[in-house]
Structures are given as structure tokens and as C-alpha cells.
Nanobody
Framework: QVQLGESGGGLVQPGGSLRLSCAASGRTLSMYVMVWFRQAPGKEREFVAAINWSGLIFDYADSVKGRFTISRDNAKNTVSLQMSSLKPEDTAVYYC????????????????WGQGTQVTVSS
């Protein structure tokens, strides 16, 4: 069983930056797709960014392209999300998730989930 835990959320002003991290324990994630989703109050869980097992293939939601960067360190079993130029509409609980082999933007396809970390973008 893979366990995921997010950290790094908090309150930031519009235009600011924040770095989220997700640490994994249990089975190795070296062949897993790692992904970030987010969920705002009253909204469905939304795909944010994904990175494949090699770290060479990426996918980003249009709303975050050019502002967010996903990365992973397989030796440390971690995935990070560097967020810049943050907007109030980025406010949400951010979750990391994992599945085997292939990237998908569908939340139900992911087998392992963290508990989430709150990101609030406000003046």
C-alpha cells in the first residue's frame, strides 16, 4: 500500500509563489505517474498537473500552464509543484495522487491519494 502526504500549503498574496511537496511511503513509485489535483469549495476535483515515471512527459491544465511546474525525485519518492504568479482562483485544497504507468486527467483513475493541503491566495 502506497501512502502519500502533502505539505507546503498556506496563505499567499496574489502574484506570489508557493511550493507544494508530496512524500510517498510504502511501495516504490518509480514506475508511477504522479499528479496534482485541486478542489475548491463547491467545485469538483480538478486536474492540475502530471508527470510520468521518467520525469520526461508532462501535462498541465490550461489554467496553470506557464505558472506551475511539476517535478519528481524518484530516489526520494517525492513530487513537487512549484506555483508562481498565483491568482485568487488558484485557491483550493491541493491533492497529490499516483497510478501505474500512464497519465490521465481523470481523478477516478488514480489509485493512491494524499489528504490534501490548503492553498489560499488572497490579499
Amino acid at each position: 500500500q502506497v501512502q502519500l502526504g502533502e505539505s507546503g500549503g498556506g496563505l499567499v498574496q496574489p502574484g506570489g509563489s508557493l511550493r507544494l511537496s508530496c512524500a510517498a511511503s510504502g511501495r516504490t513509485l518509480s514506475m508511477y505517474v504522479m499528479v496534482w489535483f485541486r478542489q475548491a469549495p463547491g467545485k469538483e476535483r480538478e486536474f492540475v498537473a502530471a508527470i510520468n515515471w521518467s520525469g520526461l512527459i508532462f501535462d498541465y491544465a490550461d489554467s496553470v500552464k506557464g505558472r506551475f511546474t511539476i517535478s519528481r525525485d524518484n530516489a526520494k519518492n517525492t513530487v513537487s509543484l512549484q506555483m508562481s504568479s498565483l491568482k485568487p482562483e488558484d485557491t483550493a485544497v491541493y491533492y497529490c495522487a499516483a497510478r501505474e504507468l500512464y497519465i490521465t486527467t481523470t481523478a477516478s483513475a488514480y489509485k493512491y491519494w494524499g489528504q490534501g493541503t490548503q492553498v489560499t491566495v488572497s490579499s
